[in-house]
């Protein structure tokens, strides 16, 4: 039982470039999320996905899209990199029902955007 | 959205109980409060939650006030596996508003 796995952990790439974030979850949860936590912060929500074929925007969607290609995996695409999307990102993923569970998180993707 | 305050950084003796407050004044009626923490470069890891009753598990215990205006998470016996920084964090629906976090420091 793997929990939330990501892939890259480590990126560095120029602006302009783009690159997708993969996250796989092995625990069968129907809601998965996408955070991303700049240097000394709290984390901020990106995009989340409450079911599989469903998502909505987050707090700060803006430069990223998102797709929830089956229930085990919810990938972050950044079509366009800037400097400004330098961060951690972290999936997560969660059941809601029928208590109000909580997240379990991946280890973090590095991106560096030069 | 509601917003959680914390107090940026606290420390504690080991094997000392260890009190982390949360102010949470605009919080609405189901809003649940979680608390997770953080180790040095990892994702965050669930410690606690609750709605308007006090809750225990074996990582810790939750006090809720009767206003549930703030929270407070309560470690019984911190060690140095404690450290690490705590966050306070409002929950309605699909969102998590992760507040700024504590800092919590374990002395040896």
């Known amino acids: 039982n793997a929990g939330v796995t990501q892939t890259p952990k480590f990126q560095v790439l120029k602006t302009g470039q783009s690159m997708t974030l993969q996250c796989a979850q092995d625990?069968?949860?129907?809601?998965m999320y996408w955070y991303r936590q700049d240097p000394g912060m709290g984390l901020r929500l990106i995009y989340y996905?409450?079911?599989?074929?469903?998502?909505d925007k987050g707090e700060v969607p803006n430069g990223y899209n998102v797709s929830r290609l089956n229930k085990r995996e919810f990938s972050l695409r950044l079509e366009s990199a800037a400097p400004s999307q330098t961060s951690v990102y972290f999936c997560?993923?969660?059941?809601?029902?029928?208590?109000?569970?909580?997240?379990?998180f991946g280890p973090g993707t590095r991106l560096t955007v030069l | 959205d509601a917003k959680t305050t914390q107090p940026n950084s606290m420390e504690s003796n080991e094997e000392e109980p260890v009190h982390l407050p949360c102010n949470h004044s605009t919080i609405s009626g189901t809003d649940y409060i979680h608390w997770y923490r953080q180790l040095p470069s990892q994702g965050p890891e669930y410690v606690i939650h609750g709605l308007t009753s006090n809750v225990n598990n074996r990582m810790a215990s939750l006090a809720i006030a009767e206003d549930r205006k703030s929270s407070t998470l309560i470690l019984h016996r911190a060690t140095l596996r404690d450290a690490a920084v705590y966050y306070c964090i409002l929950n309605y629906g699909q969102n998590f508003v992760f507040g700024p976090g504590t800092r919590l420091s374990v002395l040896p």
């Open positions: 997560a993923s969660r059941e809601v029902r029928p208590l109000n569970n909580e997240q379990f």
């Open positions: 996905s409450a079911s599989e074929g469903t998502t």
């Open positions: 625990m069968n949860h129907n809601s």
